[in-house]
T-cell receptor
């Protein structure tokens, strides 16, 4: 199993540009989520999904969109990038609700918005 | 999920045991204590979890007090590679519908 994969590893954007951060998992996990981590800070939840077709907002959802058309993929879209979105983004997944819910994290995407 | 309190930072000599405390005085009966860690520039990694009994795995031991209001993560023989931020999280085991909430954790520095 590849686990949780994220692409790209690094990205530089200009203010106002849009892009999609990709996240995929091959463990048949129902639950997936996106976090951002700013320097010296803990992780903050952006959006999460409890299964295909279902998404919900986390702590800091503004400026981001998500969709979950398949169990495997959970892309994060930045609609109009702003310097405040410069951060490291982590995707995570875990088993279906009601089961052991250890979360598995991807390696992260380092995004810089100029 | 109950709130947790951890020291901001700790040092530990290489080869010695690292004992990381966590207070969770408002924990309820069905909430588990989970520990994750994040090594610099990497995604968080699950370490261990427990309900009321002490737990041990290949990475660490978890000691939970009898009243469950606090716990200690023990890395028995810390190495330089254990330098990381350690997060203590309390949540119900069937919380798959709710997100994992990370605080600021404890920054452990293992010193040669």
């Amino acid at each position: 199993n590849a686990g949780v994969t994220q692409t790209p590893k690094f990205q530089v954007l200009k203010t106002g540009q849009s892009m999609t951060l990709q996240c995929a998992q091959d463990m048949n996990h129902e639950y997936m989520s996106w976090y951002r981590q700013d320097p010296g800070m803990g992780l903050r939840l952006i959006h999460y999904s409890v299964g295909a077709g279902i998404t919900d907002q986390g702590e800091v959802p503004n400026g981001y969109n998500v969709s979950r058309s398949t169990t495997e993929d959970f892309p994060l879209r930045l609609l109009s990038a702003a310097p405040s979105q410069t951060s490291v983004y982590f995707c995570a997944s875990s088993y279906a609700p009601g089961q052991y819910n250890e979360q598995f994290f991807g390696p992260g995407t380092r995004l810089t918005v100029l | 999920d109950a709130k947790t309190t951890q020291p901001t930072s700790m040092d530990c000599a290489e080869g010695r045991a690292a004992n990381l405390p966590c207070n969770h005085s408002t924990i309820s009966g069905n909430e588990y204590v989970y520990w994750y860690r994040q090594i610099h520039s990497q995604g968080p990694q699950y370490i261990i979890h427990g309900l009321k009994n002490n737990e041990t795995n290949e990475m660490a031991s978890l000691i939970i007090t009898e009243d469950r209001k606090s716990s200690t993560l023990i890395l028995p023989h810390a190495t330089l590679r254990d330098t990381a931020v350690y997060y203590c999280i309390v949540r119900t085991r069937n919380s798959g519908n709710t997100p994992l909430v990370f605080g600021k954790g404890t920054r452990l520095s293992v010193i040669a």
